[in-house]
């Protein structure tokens, strides 16, 4: 599957590279311009997917390069990114063939959802689905759907953030998972409180797990958790 393309336009080279970092994280491909006469110039040469445009550029600001791209494209989505906030500004703006416009300082989690939302095609938000099944761990049946473990015909209920953790460990058995991506994936951050609240998670878990004493979820100092049995 080809990757969503965004073409950033970004005087500030920090913050260009922070936010081009973020978004190829986030699984984006990202066309980076210094100016707004390169941003046309990539546009007409790669047709990106969505566009990010800085408004105060050199050689041409954003709303010039919107005006110049709406006369011939009216669909492929544009966000302006700008410290100008005033009302006659955002109008200028949408006037000139925006579809969204972000303050700075922004976060670059808004960001990606603003482009999330904008190439959908009901202009929502698309929340991966999520699929629920049954894992075999050793002598265990854990029910990600009913969040159970089952040990011949004792069961017995885990809690829904349990479950989460279980279930990615169980797609990645015998592999570690990094503990930011297990924050990332079920708390939405890596914060400090949220790595405390996992590392209770993972104490409680185990303690659900000693019901068959082949499983193991193994700390790899400074890096993650596996899986084993």
């Not at 966000?79 to 200028?92: G, H, M, R, W």
């Not at 079920?186 to 878990?205: M, Q």
Request: hydrophobic letters at 45%; charged letters at 25%; aromatic letters at 6%.
């Amino acid at each position: 599957m080809n990757k969503v393309s965004v073409l950033l336009a970004e005087d500030e080279l920090a913050l260009a590279h922070i936010v081009r970092e973020s978004l190829e994280v986030s699984g984006f491909e990202v066309i980076l311009c210094a100016n707004g006469e390169q941003a046309l110039q990539k546009y007409n040469h790669k047709k990106p997917d969505i566009l990010a445009l800085d408004v105060m550029m050199p050689k041409m600001d954003g709303f010039e390069v919107a005006k110049r791209i709406r006369q011939a494209d009216k669909l492929t989505p544009i966000i302006f990114l700008t410290a100008k906030s005033q009302p006659k500004d955002v109008v200028a703006g949408f006037e000139s063939g925006a579809n969204d416009y972000l303050k700075k300082p922004f976060s670059v989690e808004e960001l990606i959802i603003r482009i999330r939302v904008l190439l959908s095609a009901n202009r929502l938000l698309e929340r991966p689905k999520t699929i629920n099944k049954d894992y075999r761990i050793s002598e265990l049946i854990f029910s990600s759907a009913k969040n159970t473990l089952q040990l011949g015909t004792n069961i017995w209920p885990i809690t829904a953030r349990e479950s989460d953790i279980l279930k990615m460990l169980c797609q990645n058995r015998h592999e570690v998972i990094a503990r930011k991506e297990l924050l990332k994936n079920i708390w939405g951050d890596d914060s400090f409180f949220n790595a405390r609240s996992l590392d209770v998670f993972i104490t409680k878990l185990r303690r659900h797990l000693q019901a068959d004493p082949n499983i193991q979820i193994i700390n790899i100092r400074g890096v993650g958790y596996k899986l084993v049995w």
